[in-house]
């Protein structure tokens, strides 16, 4: 069983940045799809980014592009969220989630969709 760890949360300023980091144990993350999901207080967890099991192939959220980068190096098993130009809206706990990828589309954006889930960081931006 996948087990995922987040890190990197915290708390900017508007424009700011951040970057978020995701520790597979457990299995092998080039045998998984990945991505980032979110959930601001009140809200349903929302889909942000996901990358395929390479990591040479990658799907972002219309609120996120070109703002916000997912990479993977599966040599150390993480998955990071580089985030830029943040706003007070991207206010929320950032979750990492994967499933083992075997064929058809590389991403998905329910979260019933994803099988292994971390406990999520918290990002806090003020305006």
């Known amino acids: 069983q996948l087990q995922l760890v987040e890190s990197g949360g915290g708390s900017v300023q508007a424009g700011g940045s951040l970057r978020l980091s995701c520790v597979a144990s457990?299995?092998?993350?080039?045998?998984?799809?990945m991505a980032w999901f979110r959930q601001a207080p009140g809200e349903m967890r929302e889909f942000v980014a996901a990358?395929?099991?390479?990591?040479?192939?990658?799907f972002y959220a219309d609120s996120v592009k070109g703002r916000f980068t997912i990479s993977k190096n599966n040599a150390v098993n993480t998955m990071y969220l580089q985030m830029s130009s943040l706003k007070p809206e991207d206010t929320a706990v950032y979750f990492c989630?994967?499933?083992?990828?075997?064929?058809?589309?590389?991403?998905?954006?329910?979260?019933?969709?994803?099988?292994?889930w971390g406990q999520g960081t918290q990002v806090t931006v003020s305006s």
């Open positions: 457990g299995g092998a993350s080039s045998r998984y799809s």
């Open positions: 989630a994967g499933f083992q990828y075997y064929s058809g589309a590389y991403y998905r954006t329910e979260p019933s969709q994803y099988d292994n």
């Open positions: 990358i395929s099991r390479s990591g040479s192939r990658t």
